[in-house]
């Protein structure tokens, strides 16, 4: 069975987009958005491998109900969890991201 990886950057994307839901929601939607993400977390490895590729070798989840995209990858044993990205920024950004943080690279 493989485990899951979230490369530290990755937390640092939650925290700022948690931060962001603080401001303008409160406490309690920051909380709810933090538990998007992890809920996702045992699906991505539930369904290791089911998940279409999005980018290069790139899957994705998101963090429902927010407008969030969890973006991972297969890497060995490991499901390497790569970027949380807000879907309405640029698509190109998207990529150069991912390429920046691309495990394999590493």
Do not use: C
């Not at 409160?26 to 290791?48: C, H, N, Y």
Request: no cysteine.
């Amino acid at each position: 069975m493989k485990q899951i990886r979230i490369l530290p950057e990755v937390w640092d994307d939650i925290d700022d987009a948690a931060a962001w839901h603080d401001r303008v929601g409160g406490r309690d939607l920051s909380r709810r958005f933090v538990a998007a993400f992890r809920s996702q977390l045992p699906e991505i490895l539930r369904f290791t491998g089911t998940h279409r590729l999005i980018y290069k070798q790139f899957s994705r989840v998101f963090a429902k109900p927010f407008p969030y995209a969890i973006y991972f990858r297969i890497q060995d044993d490991w499901v390497v969890v790569t970027l949380l990205w807000h879907t309405a920024k640029n698509p190109e950004d998207l990529r150069s991201t991912l390429s920046e943080r691309d495990p394999g690279n590493q």
